[in-house]
């Protein structure tokens, strides 16, 4: 996917958004999050290995559309600091979902889905220090820019449409430059992030 796809994100949730606040089965909504990434590697066969958690943060815009009382539909663009132990990257990502809140009360919910994300700046500590990572699908590349995979959504509910969301995204693609990948060896990021919604309204004073 193109940078002119992803940047387009944005674009598209503004266009909504005047709709989204004057309709109450949608909302626009801000989503600061806390990320907690690592990353898997498997190596000649073995069982794959992961390196020590970062901690980073994010920030995005999410718009929601509501199909009823319990299930509602996510896409949002996000900025994040997806990373672990030693390397420091920032990722655009898309993420889609769609989600069921449960029980009588409706306070708890899940939800799954897939996202997408493209790298757009990151770098990484060696003996020598902090080195920017170069981002492609050669072999003098040192990282894949994209990545995608599937989420998985653990949903908290207040009354006044407070969402409290804890996402875990697993990747599918192998990060690894295209002509450095092997049969036996790969690298998948894995991120487990906490967020809240706030709506446009709110912060608008609509």
């Known amino acids: 996917m193109s940078a002119k796809k992803y940047f387009l994100i944005p674009v598209l949730l503004f266009s909504i958004a005047s709709r989204a606040q004057n309709d109450p089965k949608s909302l626009l909504v801000l989503k600061p999050s806390l990320n907690v990434g690592n990353i898997a590697i498997k ?39 997806r990373g672990y132990k030693g390397t420091r990257v920032v990722y655009l990502d898309a993420p889609v979902s769609m989600n069921v809140m449960l029980g009588k009360h409706k306070i708890f919910g899940l939800g799954g889905g897939a996202y997408a994300g493209m790298a757009l700046s990151g770098k990484y500590k060696g003996t020598g220090g902090w080195t920017n990572f170069k981002f492609g699908e050669t072999a003098t590349d040192n ?16 009354p006044g449409l407070f969402f409290a969301t804890l996402t875990l995204m697993s990747g599918l693609k192998d990060i690894t430059p295209a002509d450095k990948q092997q049969d036996l060896y790969w690298m ?18 609509k």
């Open 143 to 158: 990282r894949s820019r994209t990545d995608y995979g599937y989420l998985v959504n653990l949903i908290y509910q207040s």
């Open 188 to 205: 998948k990021l894995r991120t487990s992030q906490l967020s809240i919604v706030i709506p446009l309204n709110t912060i608008l004073g």
């Open 43 to 81: 190596r000649d066969g073995g069982d794959p290995s992961s390196a020590d958690n970062r901690v980073g943060y994010g920030i995005g815009l999410q718009f929601m559309q509501f199909l009823g009382e319990r299930v509602f539909f996510t896409l949002g663009g996000d900025l994040n600091s």
